[in-house]
């Protein structure tokens, strides 16, 4: 401080006053000049670091829209004489680590998730809509519909999009301008019907029952087919014309105990087959207690038919 002080005085004296004036003048706008361009540097090399970060990303995430904070002016960037060095700081490459060797400079950049935009023809969906009211099991005609195109916010997730190709009757009472769902809609569906009445407790068999088509809407439970219906009874009376439904069914008591039963017993190379009285009840494939009537004896057998067993071995 004392030797600028002398120093002063010195260029004072050789200068004069109003030149020395001048001097201190320069001195304080080259200083400022200095100052004004080291602020200037940091854009500057900030500029120069987006530049090189564009060129070294992949095409597809080269846009200055992508990098996130790095316009924020807390992001300061010093002037690096070299290149800087970009590496991804993550496995989802959505951080970048920058750095500059030669002032041991670093900071992350982040990059923005691009969000693809929806093509506007996936932005709309298909749906049919009714132009007339209609009444629960009515059927639905093509006529009767009419094929929109609506934004998918508008469309049930269970509206039909595919008119299906059988006949398709209203579940319920449907009104003018409904976008139809699932819901609202059954087909016709071929089941198994009575032929006849039959009793509760009645034993099923083939010839009291047929496959029909339905225009109605029919339980969920309502058989389809007339397999597997062998050794099964009635669980209620069940009125001709009445769709048969899995609850209407139970296991068929075969035997019945004191009733007669026919007993065979079955070899490679024999079978017999004799009359035994049933001690206990029995449905198919159970074990029951039977007394042959020719001898008296107590025998095991499994039931495998109506009024019908067989010897265990």
Not at 19 to 47: D, M, R, V, Y
Not at 71 to 93: A, E, G, I, K, M
Not at 207 to 219: A, F, G, N, R
Request: glycine share 6%.
């Amino acid at each position: 401080m004392r030797q600028t002080f002398y120093g002063g005085r010195l260029l004072k004296r050789l200068f004069g006053a109003s030149k020395w004036s001048f001097i201190i003048g320069l001195l304080i706008c080259s200083t400022g000049a200095l100052a004004e361009e080291s602020t200037a540097a940091a854009p500057n090399a900030k500029q120069m670091l987006i530049d090189q970060l564009l060129t070294w990303l992949p095409q597809d995430a080269a846009d200055p829209a992508m990098l996130q904070g790095i316009n924020d002016q807390r992001f300061r960037v010093p002037l690096c004489p070299h290149s800087f060095r970009f590496s991804f700081n993550d496995q989802s490459q959505r951080t970048i680590k920058a750095q500059c060797q030669a002032s041991s400079w670093q900071r992350v950049v982040r990059l923005k998730t691009r969000k693809t935009p929806q093509a506007a023809t996936k932005a709309f969906g298909y749906a049919y809509e009714l132009n007339q009211s209609l009444p629960a099991e009515h059927e639905i005609t093509r006529e009767n519909l009419v094929k929109v195109s609506k934004p998918h916010r508008h469309i049930a997730q269970n509206a039909l999009a595919k008119w299906p190709t059988k006949r398709v009757f209203a579940s319920r009472t449907l009104r003018k301008g409904q976008i139809l769902t699932t819901a609202d809609v059954y087909q016709a569906q071929t089941v198994v019907v009575a032929n006849q009445t039959i009793p509760a407790g009645f034993a099923i068999s083939g010839d009291q029952l047929s496959l029909k088509s339905i225009s109605y809407k029919v339980p969920n439970d309502a058989l389809t087919d007339l397999s597997g219906l062998q050794h099964l009874a009635a669980n209620r009376l069940i009125h001709r014309g009445s769709v048969l439904r899995k609850r209407d069914l139970k296991k068929a008591k075969l035997v019945r105990r004191g009733e007669e039963v026919v007993l065979n017993a079955k070899s490679a190379h024999y079978s017999i087959e004799t009359t035994a009285t049933a001690l206990q009840d029995g449905y198919f494939g159970d074990q029951v207690k039977l007394k042959n009537i020719n001898s008296n004896q107590i025998v095991r057998a499994i039931v495998s038919g109506a009024n019908r067993a067989r010897v265990l071995r």
